[in-house]
């Protein structure tokens, strides 16, 4: 199993980090990785979503169900799809009026042993950059607004 940690301190709130980690449809348009995104059901405090995620030139379709907490927590667990485990946790933590405490954490393996040799390396890399992609995102929305 390969699994890969983060917890930064970034120049926003936990509630921006948190609405864009939770932002799934507009993933594409900052995970360079992510071919496809959207929400099948949405309830008060756990949703599941389909991703299409492109990695080494192959796409690979996965459904998710994220169970969360608005502004703390997001815990995302494999539904369907290529992985034998897919578990992921965010949390957000308020330290100051424009800082938080952002943690993620992911396991993962693919249920196909080739496959797990051949995209658990570029997978690995997508997840050492999740942190600061949602931050990228969080900082251009603001540069926006």
């Not at 608005?70 to 949390?91: A, H, M, N, Q």
């Not at 424009?98 to 570029?122: G, T, W």
Request: hydrophobic letters at 45%; charged letters at 25%.
């Amino acid at each position: 199993m390969h699994s890969f940690e983060e917890s930064r301190v970034l120049p926003c709130s936990a509630k921006d980090m948190y609405n864009a980690v939770m932002d799934i449809e507009a993933y594409p348009d900052f995970l360079p990785w992510v071919a496809g995104a959207k929400i099948l059901t949405r309830g008060d405090d756990e949703l599941s979503a389909e991703l299409v995620a492109e990695l080494a030139g192959v796409r690979y379709s996965f459904k998710t169900v994220d169970r969360f907490m608005p502004g703390k927590l997001i815990e995302i667990r494999l539904l369907d799809g290529p992985f034998k485990v897919l578990e992921s946790l965010w949390s957000f933590e308020q330290l100051g009026e424009d800082s938080c405490r952002v943690h993620f954490s992911i396991e993962f393996e693919f249920k196909n042993m080739m496959l797990d040799m051949v995209a658990s390396p570029v997978f690995s890399v997508v997840c050492r950059s999740m942190v600061h992609a949602f931050e990228k995102r969080v900082t251009a929305i603001k540069g926006v607004a």
